[in-house]
């Protein structure tokens, strides 16, 4: 059995470590490490409430207006008034451009690179992965970077800028739209709705929302171009839906909060679906380099211990009923019952591939929302609330980010905030072991994974890695 | 004859004690995109924790060899803040795959660069993670808040013999790092083109209030009273834009946007200490009715006369207009006898 310490992992949001134990050209067992530590929730106390709307987005650079919806979630909340209905479609609207963006940053920055890479020279599909996807030249770069930025013309109209927007607040948006700025957002929506439907389907959002089986997107897939069918490709050479297996159970806080209900509901799924009791959340400090024990959120307390004993990372481990969850837009649409995704993971569990053709599929669903909630706004009705906000109480914001449950636990006394605890959705994916020695999702999907002789970062580790999309500056914070 | 082009810059992207918005902000150049005006500019990606296809050993590699000065280091960014905590050690961030402190790593390749470059105010002065008793003993590159010193100190010149570059921002807008690394390919920044912040002047000797759209409310002191009213954000809300250096009001964010347009308040964070400012972020603090924070070139007394002035001339459509979410009462339609 060798070990091996991989570091610096990029092509992650922040810093990561993974260190694996392998054995007969397999993973045998993997510890995952959050190496920066910066203190949000020693931060936090002392303040005014409304403050968190500033600091919170700076947890995290492509989470921020989830962060920011949570921090809003919570402080509304505390005070209870909903938002009016325009407050609550710029909502939608701003958080769905954030987590759409992010997920286009993820398969085409992030993940996909990585088929580029020159081992795989040999394989039928390389030269077409190689002119696409390599990372920084790739033919694919030119068309989603300027895609992305147009599509984050949507910020500027909405949201003032991005990242680190503090438009969005426990009443709603601080932008009013008039019917030049609804006009100019449509146009925004349709030109994003042209770059995916031109490079990454090769075909309309709405035929790719309907694939509803393995069948009919297998039948889908055969000759047709774009980048969702060349990773279908490359993902049955490889197996990729025999790749990166954790426990196959998924949580989602639910998203898209619209006038009429979550687009996508909150849930836990364990076989079946349940319904989410936020009150059997625990973090689990027992292998962070942090001190006390494992304490519901509402209670919960930060205390850094660097020279704890036995302890591997900065993050604390999350526990729903004392179980391991994924998270993330596999989570949601498992949660959700999309027939495909359920598909899949009845077939062959969460692996590489269910997790990024999730997304992808996400991408899809959201985008005809996003169009319908902003022909739903009514230039001249009221687009926040500004009641005052209680000087006591607790209360906690549970929203979806692109990466799965985001999670603000808040307590304030005498008008300032006496508590502050936050739970991403990577401090789930990629928690470490508990107090009974179980290891967090990303620690368990990488046991069995292949790796090749004379292979420095296997590349197969790296695809599980990826596949979940970490965000570690969320992680810990 | 063309003279043969110059070899291209090396660069080196760090991240530290920050949220990497810094980056994520930069993929949103336009015009043309990111990788194309690096590639213009004559820079080199060398190597980006975000973007680059190395990882691990291959990572390590590349910072080694700039370590060791076997690849020229022309421009080291750092992005976040420099975590000096617990005691002194730099363990709240150890980078990956090394053992060692990030301190460590940013100290020493700083002394092999060309020049330096604090990406974002967390890297430039230390930002968010020094708020709340600053747990981590986060500080700047060459600040620590508006003190001179930081990790490498008041002294520290680069190669190039000038001090760390501070592209301050939360988040930097694209085009102030670009232009930036621009200027410095060009070789056209200079210590006179920087601020006494060390900022480049190009970006920071402009006032966030340049170029607001609400400037007419300002004019007649038309006051917002609450978020997504349509009045000057300074008497209530908190806005900053009349002391805070940036241009974000000439140069748009995301197409059209700035935190003006977007409705709330310019929190100045593109200067030291925004962090803290002792009141409520989005709560402007008085004395007498009076904000504290005015315009910094502006004396007093001929700022409050002003205001009275103007408010009492205010039409009604501005006051009316400043308290609500969409225009109430719209500008007049009549005769101006203009041609």
């Known amino acids: 059995m060798t070990q091996r310490i991989l570091g610096p992992f990029n092509r992650v949001e922040g810093d990561l470590e993974v260190s694996l134990e392998i054995d007969g050209g397999r993973v045998c067992s993997a510890r995952v490490n959050s190496p920066l530590y910066r203190g949000f929730e020693e931060i936090l106390p002392g303040k005014a409430p409304a403050d968190a709307l500033v600091i919170v987005p700076r947890i995290c650079g492509i989470c921020s207006v989830s962060q920011s919806n949570a921090a809003a979630a919570a402080l509304r909340r505390l005070g209870g008034h909903e938002p009016p209905p325009n407050g609550r479609l710029a909502t939608c609207l701003i958080t769905a451009c954030e987590n759409l963006a992010d997920h286009l940053t993820h398969f085409y920055l992030f993940f996909m690179p990585d088929f580029a890479r020159p081992q795989y020279r040999g394989r039928p599909w390389f030269a077409r992965a190689e002119a696409r996807f390599r990372a920084q030249t790739g033919t694919a770069m030119g068309a989603a970077l300027p895609a992305r930025a147009q599509f984050m013309h949507l910020m500027g109209i909405m949201a003032g800028k991005w990242p680190h927007t503090l438009a969005l607040g426990p009443g709603g948006s601080s932008r009013s739209l008039a019917t030049a700025e609804v006009l100019r957002l449509i146009t925004v929506l349709r030109d994003f709705r042209g770059f995916l439907e031109s490079h990454t389907f090769g075909d309309t959002l709405e035929s790719v929302s309907a694939l509803t089986d393995l069948a009919a997107l297998e039948r889908w897939r055969q000759g047709r171009g774009g980048d969702l069918a060349c990773l279908l490709d490359i993902a049955e050479d490889l197996g990729l839906e025999r790749l990166g297996r954790a426990e196959d159970r998924f949580l989602s806080f639910g998203a898209y909060r619209t006038p009429d209900g979550h687009l996508f509901p909150s849930g836990v799924w364990d076989c079946v679906p349940h319904a989410l009791d936020s009150q059997l959340i625990t973090e689990d400090p027992s292998h962070a380099w942090m001190a006390g024990d494992a304490l519901v959120p509402a209670h919960g307390l930060t205390q850094p211990a660097p020279d704890k004993p036995g302890a591997y990372t900065w993050c604390k481990a999350p526990r729903y009923d004392g179980l391991v969850m994924e998270t993330g837009a596999l989570a949601r649409q498992m949660v959700a019952g999309h027939p495909l995704v359920r598909e899949l993971v009845a077939t062959s569990g969460g692996s590489v591939l269910a997790r990024v053709l999730a997304r992808l599929l996400e991408l899809a669903i959201v985008v005809p929302e996003m169009e319908r909630w902003a022909q739903a706004i009514r230039p001249g009705e009221p687009w926040c609330r500004s009641d005052p906000l209680p000087q006591e109480g607790s209360a906690a914001g549970l929203v979806e980010a692109a990466r799965g449950a985001l999670g603000h636990w808040l307590r304030v006394d005498r008008g300032r905030i006496a508590s502050y605890q936050i739970v991403a959705p990577t401090t789930w994916n990629f928690s470490p072991r508990d107090r009974q020695g179980i290891p967090g999702p990303l620690e368990q999907a990488l046991v069995g994974t292949p790796v090749e002789e004379g292979e420095g970062t296997p590349v197969a580790v790296q695809h599980v890695v990826r596949s979940f999309d970490p965000c570690m500056v969320c992680t810990v914070h | ?339």
């Not at chain 2, 336009?30 to 296809?53: D, K, T």
């Not at chain 2, 480049?200 to 997504?228: I, M, Q, T, W």
């Not at chain 2, 308040?265 to 005015?294: D, N, Q, Y």
């Open chain 2, 1 to 339: 004859m063309n003279a043969r082009p110059a070899p291209p810059l090396n660069l080196l992207w760090l991240q530290s004690g920050g949220c990497g918005g810094c980056t994520l902000s930069l993929l949103n150049a336009e015009q043309p995109h990111l990788y194309l005006r690096l590639a213009q500019a004559g820079i080199r990606l060398l190597w980006h924790p975000s973007l680059s296809e190395e990882t691990g050993e291959a990572a390590l590699t590349q910072l080694q060899a700039c370590h060791q000065g076997r690849e020229p280091l022309d421009i080291l960014c750092v992005e976040g803040s420099l975590l000096t905590g617990p005691h002194g050690t730099g363990r709240f961030h150890v980078l990956s795959g090394t053992g060692r402190p990030m301190i460590d790593w940013v100290r020493e390749l700083a002394a092999r660069a060309r020049h330096v470059i604090a990406v974002g105010t967390c890297a430039a002065f230390g930002g968010v993670p020094t708020a709340g008793g600053n747990p981590t003993g986060a500080v700047g590159l060459q600040y620590d808040g508006d003190q001179p010193g930081g990790l490498l100190g008041q002294d520290f010149r680069s190669e190039a013999g000038l001090p760390v570059i501070n592209v301050a921002g939360c988040p930097t807008h694209p085009e102030w790092v670009l232009d930036t690394l621009l200027a410095l390919a060009l070789d056209r920044l200079g210590a006179p083109d920087l601020d006494p912040l060390n900022r480049p002047r190009f970006y920071a000797d402009h006032l966030v209030h340049h170029g607001c759209p609400r400037n007419e409310y300002y004019e007649f002191k038309a006051s917002a009273e609450r978020p997504s009213d349509q009045g000057c954000l300074m008497e209530n809300l908190g806005c900053k834009g009349t002391q805070a250096h940036a241009d974000c009001n000439t140069r748009l964010w995301n197409g059209s946007g700035s935190c003006l347009r977007g409705g709330y308040a310019c929190v100045s964070c593109t200067e030291p200490r925004f962090e803290e400012p002792g009141h409520p972020f989005a709560e402007t603090p008085k004395i007498a009715g009076i904000p504290i924070g005015l315009p910094s070139d502006m004396p007093r007394a001929w700022f409050v006369a002003l205001a009275a002035l103007s408010k009492s001339a205010t039409p009604r459509r501005v006051r009316d207009n400043a308290v609500a979410d969409h225009p109430v009462v719209t500008p007049a339609v009549r005769k101006t006898g203009l041609k």
